[in-house]
């Protein structure tokens, strides 16, 4: 067994094994567990179906930047979701990926168990669900993913199957040069430097997981993923073309139609934090089907850990005042995977008491210390904050009255 496995005395003949392990087993009904209370399920008159997201056309980033970039921007702000065509990325690297992870759902369960565990920063963990044993109403969906950290030179990988590593390692260096590539246009469409959202993520971290939703008995009673928004930067998916992810726009749900070899970016809730709302992360989920399977691979491009985010402080000024708080990433992804911590609950733990106008300050001005009209105020940002990702956390902050 390797040594990096977490959670190795459970008891692994009482885990819920998956819902692969349920379906290889000749399941007919729907088990009780994943049967989501009607509040929860998907309610067809409020879907819009066939949806054509933003297409972002990567090719024209050289022929004309300043329309790319615009053209970014705004599905980043009026949607936060868009779809990515002409990337560059292989279409053997992306299905080269597909293979592997196939062959990794498909291992023996006894296999696949070595490698389970609800916690979400081990490098390799395999799960049904999200954390099955905190969850009264689970998903339908098992998944393995890879956290992997700028501070470990060596990444472990599963041992089997062989070619799993190779094909993985080649699509994480592509996804990751696509990610640095946006962000630097995202960066520009603020009006900042190229590399400014970079380096308020610091230490930049991935997290690589591939969902796996096997057909479903009654799918009308239970959801693929709930409706969540992503807690960290930037979301980069690539999935068949079966469909079910769908998107929120105010009370309706938008049943995404995705593009063969495109990939599906949102915006996370990093991102819309730091450009003080101007970019949307957006609530999603994931519907099943009752007779195909599902298959999405899912690169999370998020900062460091130990990263205090904030609103940058060029994006302040009287017009736009300062709309969230500065909180520690970690403190923001605990929340984050609580189980019954809904979307109000995240929203409201981020976004800023109402106290007026609220600016930084930045060394003399009529913003800072030396204004008579200035008071500081810690309470309404969380108190002290310490980091060095993000600017604004560094800085103090200010109230105007």
Not at 10 to 36: C, E, F, H, S, W
Not at 353 to 363: A, L, Y
Not at 378 to 396: K, L, M, T
Request: charged share 20%; glycine share 8%; hydrophobic share 35%.
């Amino acid at each position: 067994m390797p040594s990096f496995v977490a959670n190795v005395n459970q008891q692994t003949d009482v885990l819920p094994k998956g819902v692969k392990a349920l379906m290889d087993n000749g399941l007919v009904t729907i088990p009780g567990r994943y049967i989501k209370p009607p509040s929860h399920r998907a309610v067809k008159h409020l879907i819009v179906p066939g949806v054509e997201i933003p297409v972002i056309d990567m090719a024209a980033l050289e022929s004309d930047r300043e329309k790319f970039v615009q053209t970014l921007c705004k599905a980043s702000s009026e949607w936060g979701i868009f779809q990515v065509i002409n990337h560059g990325i292989p279409v053997a690297t992306m299905q080269g990926m597909v293979h592997g992870v196939l062959e990794l759902f498909d291992l023996p369960i006894e296999e696949k168990m070595k490698y389970y565990t609800e916690e979400v920063f081990v490098p390799v963990r395999y799960c049904t669900s999200m954390t099955p044993s905190q969850e009264t109403h689970m998903e339908w969906h098992d998944h393995f993913q890879h956290y992997f950290s700028n501070r470990e030179k060596e990444h472990p990988w599963p041992e089997k199957p062989a070619c799993y590593k190779r094909l993985a390692s080649s699509y994480v260096s592509s996804v990751r040069h696509l990610s640095q590539t946006l962000m630097s246009a995202l960066s520009e469409g603020l009006g900042l430097d190229s590399n400014c959202l970079a380096k308020s993520f610091g230490d930049s971290e991935m997290i690589l997981r591939s969902n796996y939703y096997l057909p479903c008995p009654n799918p009308d009673l239970a959801l693929g993923m709930n409706g969540h928004t992503d807690s960290g930067g930037l979301t980069i998916l690539f999935e068949d073309q079966v469909g079910g992810l769908q998107a929120r726009k105010g009370d309706l749900w938008y049943d995404l139609k995705p593009i063969k070899n495109a990939f599906i970016v949102n915006i996370a809730d990093q991102l819309e934090i730091l450009s003080n709302g101007k970019y949307k992360s957006i609530e999603h989920r994931v519907l099943v089907q009752p007779d195909q399977t599902r298959l999405s691979i899912v690169a999370f491009c998020n900062p460091s850990r130990d990263a205090v985010i904030g609103p940058l402080l060029e994006l302040i000024d009287e017009q736009n005042p300062l709309l969230y708080k500065s909180t520690l990433y970690q403190e923001h992804i605990t929340n984050a995977e609580t189980p019954h911590y809904h979307i109000e609950d995240l929203q409201a733990s981020v976004k800023l008491c109402n106290h007026g106008s609220v600016m930084h300050g930045r060394g003399p001005s009529s913003r800072g210390p030396g204004s008579a009209k200035v008071k500081h105020v810690q309470e309404c940002i969380g108190g002290q904050v310490h980091g060095r990702g993000n600017p604004a956390a560094n800085q103090q902050s200010w109230i105007v009255h």
